[in-house]
């Protein structure tokens, strides 16, 4: 009889098998759908605040039982003992709940979740702070409007006692639509002890445009050629043959080498004694050593500079000789004679020779 209802038993279980296993199947499924669903929250979870808002409770759960049992007893004897046993206490739950958290986190999975105010932040990558006073930034010389003459036709010259005879090298550039030009003479290195002289001469027919700012304008043109500026005084302006130039006391660095200058700049077309002239010029003037740049030396460098060539432009060419009249009596090129010689003692104002008296035996 016992073998019959075991058997009996037995496959009525059978026939619920199958049932009884996708059952079993989907509540695996629900939880482990479950189970990933609390991964994120468990991942965000703070332990350490929850522990703090622990602490705090047991702490005022213990001072509210002391509170009733000062009430009851009195004092005498549970003001010290009692404040050591609910502070124990309180110090050996939150043991107890860092533990249990920790061994909880650590079982978790692949999911390897980490408390959030405990969690040290990955020191981050530090990008080196370039000195734009030491380490100055190479920019191109030529922009899109610009295009650069290779055998350019030297339109400006400049000769002069305070530039040591030094040959000049001469630069050209024009924008492509034909109405700008813009010459570059360099006398002298910067890096080397003799006088050095950048000078910028951009003829323009169309000087709408304000200008920037000197102190600006002098750091764009001292980057374009891989210098920057050091310190820079007030500006302060002197007058030329082509008007008031500003100028400004400061010291240029090529990365190697620091030297003090002065530059100076004129906007075209800004002139109010001689006329519109469509010719702006900027640059500096660095002295020698024993033999520093002054303003004076600077008045002479610009008034001394002369039109070559001035091509078809004729309202440059009258503009540029207005400003002879405008020239300083000091800066005046040595007086030619008649012939286009300097004056020797054959000219009508030269000193002549000492007379030999001896007769040659």
């Known amino acids: 009889m016992s073998r019959h209802l075991a058997s009996l038993l037995f496959g009525r279980l059978r026939s619920y098998w199958p049932a009884v296993a996708t059952a079993a199947k989907a509540?695996?499924?629900?939880?482990?759908?479950?189970?990933?669903?609390?991964r994120p929250r468990l991942a965000r979870f703070d332990g350490v605040a929850t522990l703090i808002r622990c602490a705090d409770a047991i702490e005022t759960g213990f001072a509210?039982?002391?509170r009733g049992a000062f009430a009851a007893f009195g004092r005498r004897g549970l003001g010290l003992t009692g404040g050591l046993i609910w502070r124990g206490l309180a110090a050996l739950t939150g043991i107890g709940l860092t533990a249990s958290l920790i061994t909880a986190l650590s079982a978790a999975g692949d999911s390897e979740p980490r408390l959030a105010s405990l969690t040290i932040p990955a020191a981050s990558e530090s990008r080196p702070v370039r000195d734009v006073l030491l380490e100055p930034r190479q920019q191109a010389l030529i922009g899109d409007n610009w295009l650069k003459i290779a055998r350019p036709i030297a339109m400006f010259g400049l000769e002069s006692p305070e530039l040591d005879r030094q040959q000049p090298s001469y630069e050209a550039m024009r924008s492509q639509d034909g109405a700008r030009r813009q010459d570059t003479?360099?006398?002298g290195a910067f890096d080397a002890d003799k006088p050095?002289?950048?000078?910028?001469?951009?003829?323009?027919?169309?000087?709408?445009?304000r200008p920037q700012?000197?102190?600006?304008?002098?750091v764009r043109e001292a980057s374009e050629r891989g210098m920057s500026i050091q310190r820079s005084g007030v500006a302060t302006s002197i007058e030329t043959r082509f008007g008031t130039v500003e100028t400004a006391d400061t010291t240029l660095s090529d990365g190697d080498a620091s030297r003090?200058?002065?530059?100076?700049?004129?906007s075209p077309g800004?002139?109010?004694?001689?006329?519109?002239?469509?010719?702006?010029?900027?640059?500096?003037?660095?002295?020698?050593p024993g033999r520093p740049a002054d303003r004076q030396q600077l008045v002479c460098l610009i008034d001394r500079i002369d039109l070559l060539a001035a091509g078809e432009d004729k309202a440059l060419r009258s503009a540029f000789s207005r400003t002879e009249l405008a020239r300083q009596p000091a800066c005046a090129p040595p007086r030619l004679s008649a012939t286009g010689r300097k004056a020797s003692?054959?000219?009508?104002?030269?000193?002549?020779?000492?007379?030999?008296?001896?007769?040659?035996?």
């Open 27 to 38: 509540t695996g499924r629900i939880a482990s759908a479950a189970v990933d669903r609390s």
């Open 64 to 66: 509210m039982l002391l």
């Open 185 to 187: 003479l360099s006398f």
């Open 196 to 209: 050095h002289l950048r000078l910028r001469l951009l003829v323009t027919h169309n000087s709408e445009a």
């Open 213 to 218: 700012p000197f102190v600006i304008a002098l």
């Open 260 to 266: 003090p200058c002065i530059a100076f700049r004129k």
């Open 270 to 288: 800004d002139m109010k004694s001689t006329g519109d002239l469509p010719l702006g010029l900027s640059g500096w003037w660095c002295g020698a």
């Open 345 to 361: 003692w054959l000219d009508a104002d030269g000193t002549a020779p000492a007379l030999k008296t001896a007769a040659r035996r």
